[in-house]
Structure formats: C-alpha cells, structure tokens
C-alpha cells in the first residue's frame, strides 16, 4: 500500500515539474502559455510648426510739416509804389466840402460860389459846379471850359475853390429864387447830397450861367 502512495507521489512530483517547465521561460527569451497582447504605441505627432512671430509694431506716422507760409503775388511786389504824390487823390464829392453862396453883383444878381475841404486828405475840384434853383426844373449853363482832371484844382485840408453863378436876365418868363443846391462833377455815378446855399432874390431865367472852379474869386467873377 505504501509502495502504491510513494509511486503516487514520484508521478505528482513529475507533473508539478513538467507543468513548471511548460510555463518557464523558452529558450528566445519567452515564457509558455498565451502571448501577451503587444501594445500598440501611441501615433506620434508631428511636432507644430512654431509659431510666426506676430509682425513688428507699425512705425509711427511722419509728423505733417506745416505748410509754408503763401508768398505775396509777384505783381504785387514787383509794382513800386508810384512816385506822383498826386496818383490817389480823387475828385470832390459833396460829402468832402462845405459850400457857401455870397452875392457879389447886385445889378446882375451874380453870387460867388466857395466850397472848401472839410475832410483830411486832399481832392480835386474837377469840371463845373452843378448848380439848380429851388423848386425849379433845369440847372445853370456851364460858362467856359474847365481843364480836364490831371489839370483840375487840388485841394488840401482847408483849402478852397470858387466859381461864378451869374444871374439871368429879369423877364416876362423869369423868377427869382431863394435858395439854389449844388452838387460836384465826379465823372463816376457817385451819390452825392446836394449842398443848399441862400440866394435871396437870385433872378432865374435861361441866361444863368455857372463858371469852371478856380483857385482865386477875382477870377471866378471875371469870366
């Protein structure tokens, strides 16, 4: 019976061994049984591309140079300032003078005619008084020439000019008047408010005459 046992035992012994083998390692290196499922690893990437650097700041913007000042027009620069004192001195307007009207021909009712510069620059006295009566129509005749008005009388501040109205002739058609009103020649359409002056008993008719504006009143009444 013991003999039975021990040969039980030798064959258990033998089996443990065996099965041992088996499940040892084989002679590449690899154990027995079922291999190992072998990993799969992991997809490798592609590294990124590194990232652009972003672009420089912009530069700051050129500062606008100021604009050079306008030069003045070369015509206006080149044209010297003219050498006659006399080159900006414009004829009289009412508006310049005060203007007095003084009997000096009673027999003829002839008045002398005075306008003075009431202003602070000078003007010329060109041509004829324009001279018309009271509420009449018409005005007087022009009695002789007048120079023309590079010629005309040049009054400074102060100064004055005459001419002579010379009355008509008493008729079955003349009147006589108390006032007359005068204006200036300025050969331009200027305005200009008529200057009143008293002539009392001025006989008016068609042979009222008017001289040029002179520099002296014996001259005005001469003519």
């Keep these: 019976m013991s003999t039975v046992r021990r040969a039980a035992g030798i064959a258990l012994v033998a089996a443990s061994a065996l099965a041992l083998t088996a499940c040892g390692p084989s002679e590449d290196g690899t154990t027995g049984g079922p ?16 990232a652009k650097p972003s672009a420089p700041p912009a530069k700051p913007s050129t500062p606008v140079k100021p604009s050079a000042p306008a030069k003045p027009s070369a015509t206006a620069a080149s044209v010297p300032p003219s050498t006659d004192p006399d080159y900006d001195v414009f004829p009289c307007s009412t508006y310049d003078l005060t203007f007095t009207a003084n009997l ?9 005619l005075k306008v ?6 000078p003007c010329r006295v060109i041509g004829h008084p324009v001279v018309t009566f009271g509420a009449l129509d018409g005005r007087a005749k022009a009695r002789g020439a007048a120079p023309g008005i590079e010629e005309a009388i040049r009054l400074a501040p102060g100064q004055s000019a ?14 006589t008047v108390s006032s007359i009103a005068m204006t200036m020649e300025t050969d331009s359409d200027l305005k ?3 200057l009143k002056a008293s002539t009392p008993g001025l006989n008016v008719s068609e042979g009222n005459s008017v001289t040029a504006w002179m520099d002296n009143a014996e001259d005005a009444l001469s003519l």
Excluded: F, R
């Design 35 to 50: 291999a190992a499922p072998t990993a799969t690893p992991p997809a490798t990437t592609s590294p990124s591309a590194p």
């Design 104 to 112: 000096a021909e009673p027999t003829t009712s002839s008045y002398l």
């Design 116 to 121: 003075t510069n009431k202003t602070g620059k």
């Design 162 to 175: 005459y001419a002579g109205l010379m009355g008509g002739l008493k008729g079955a058609g003349s009147q």
């Design 192 to 194: 200009q408010v008529p």
